[in-house]
């Protein structure tokens, strides 16, 4: 029975397309990241090794949560319509087992196809990608090659994380004589994040200037520290401060779409950080990015040598390739959660239809309520990114034109991403409504 639901598998595009997308995206860049990371590590550079070392770390950190949060949208849409499927299996008699046992199956199976895809994909972009100067020579293709050992360690983790999310959703299904029900709780958001990240922060920010610097390792490892904590506690905090703002548009609704659009955060903020957290990252690096580039900017006024020219110059190309990627797998990462949340509540949307709600008025409702929580994320990330950079560059470099100006753009670019995805939906919305 499970052979026979596996070869159907693929023949309904809505259950597998999307997570098969989430899962390639997710190996095929973290595979490119991953192998720009070990040609930077692996430099002998005679004056900058260290330096180049340093700047993989710092571009890994700011990419690992966004690259996670890709792949971890994915496997949550290895549920989608699983009610419906899972079902008509308890209908035909198969048992508790074999039901777990298609769960897993599946998930493995989606995750394999899409782990295969993004290796494609890797191969495919290695060409191109090894155009991009560092250290005075082209990366190169072949520099970009992680090699056999790494690939099959990365493709086992992407289907290790799929295996493992779907023994944990296994925990939300009820298998009843009669079908299958996922329990569907309100979702908490406990207000002891802002506390922990607080403390979080006020202890990186204390050890920064009370542990004396002593020699490069240590110094790399506070300011990479001193990088990740204030990141992680925009991811703790961001849930949170969702649900306050919703709570304060609820009481100040004056409309029916502001009401609905603030109950929908407030019934799941994590859901909600999940569309727009990806923007968050992108603000992040944008502070980090425009402030590196004042500083280059400035000490290339000064006397510098060739050397220090070409680092200058690998900085800052470095720099915009961590914000391309990173605004790259926020587009993903929109376009999934967008997608999925559509599909979902299309019970619900069908409802506000037969109810008198016109296709306009369902678009301002989702626009509502995601650019609102975008304007409270962006503002969270920027504050939080402000606290990394200004003790290590200094107020002057914070605010100079160009960081700002690239600041401005960074927001720009990441709230025109979520406008984006979201337009790249409506005829989803259009088919789900039954409107036409």
């Known amino acids: 029975m499970i052979r026979l639901m596996l070869t159907r598998l693929f023949a309904e595009r809505s259950v597998w397309l999307l997570p098969t997308a989430g899962f390639a995206l997710t190996s095929g860049i973290g595979l490119m990241v991953l192998g720009g990371a070990l040609r930077l590590y692996s430099l002998d550079h005679p004056e900058f090794g260290m330096l180049y070392g340093l700047f993989a770390s710092i571009a890994l950190v700011l990419l690992l949560i966004p690259m996670f949060a890709l792949m971890s949208s994915a496997a949550r849409l290895l549920a989608r319509r699983r009610d419906e499927r899972l079902s008509t299996l308890r209908l035909l008699g ?20 899409g782990t295969l895809a993004g ?5 495919a972009l290695m060409p191109a990608v090894g155009l991009i100067p560092f250290a005075g ?22 289907l290790f994380f799929a295996v493992v999310a779907s023994f944990l959703g296994l925990q939300r299904i009820r298998v009843t004589p009669l079908g299958i029900r996922t329990s569907r709780s309100a979702q908490q958001v406990w207000g002891g994040r802002a506390v922990v990240a607080g403390i979080a922060v006020v202890a990186v920010v204390v050890i920064y200037y009370s542990v004396p610097l002593q020699n490069q390792a240590l110094i790399f490892g506070v300011l990479l520290a001193f990088l990740a904590v204030p990141l992680l506690a925009v991811q703790l905090i961001g849930p949170w401060v969702l649900r ?5 548009q609820v009481k100040r609704a004056k409309t ?23 923007a968050a990252i992108a603000a992040f690096t944008g502070v980090i990015a425009g402030s590196g580039a004042a500083l280059m900017q400035g000490l290339e006024q000064g006397n510098i040598t060739a050397a220090e020219q070409v680092m200058i110059g690998d900085i800052q190309r470095g720099v915009m390739v961590t914000l391309a990627v990173t605004f790259l797998m926020t587009a993903c990462s929109v376009a999934l959660n967008q997608s999925a949340q559509i599909v979902d509540r299309r019970d619900l949307c069908a409802g506000m239809v037969r109810m008198g709600f016109t296709l306009d008025q369902l678009q ?7 650019m609102r929580s975008l304007t409270a994320v962006l503002i969270i990330s920027v504050g939080a990114a402000c606290i990394f950079v200004l003790p290590v560059l200094g107020y002057a470099i914070v605010v100079s034109p160009l960081a700002v100006a690239t600041v401005v753009l960074a927001l720009i ?14 005829p989803a919305l259009r088919s789900v409504a039954q409107l036409r």
């Open 244 to 248: 306050l703002v919703a709570v304060v």
């Open 94 to 113: 198969a048992g508790s087992g074999q039901l777990r046992g298609l769960v897993v199956a599946e998930a493995a199976v989606l995750a394999a196809v």
């Open 137 to 158: 020579r082209r990366m190169g293709a072949e520099g970009l090659w992680v090699g056999s050992t790494v690939l099959a360690g990365v493709c086992a983790g992407v």
């Open 413 to 426: 670019g990441g709230a025109g991403l979520i406008r984006l995805g979201m337009l790249s939906t409506r």
């Open 256 to 278: 029916a779409e502001k009401l609905i659009a603030a109950r929908g955060v407030l019934e799941s903020p994590q859901q909600m950080w999940r569309q727009v957290g990806g």
């Open 119 to 123: 290796v494609v994909l890797y191969l």
């Open 364 to 370: 301002r409702v989702r626009r509502l309520s995601v």
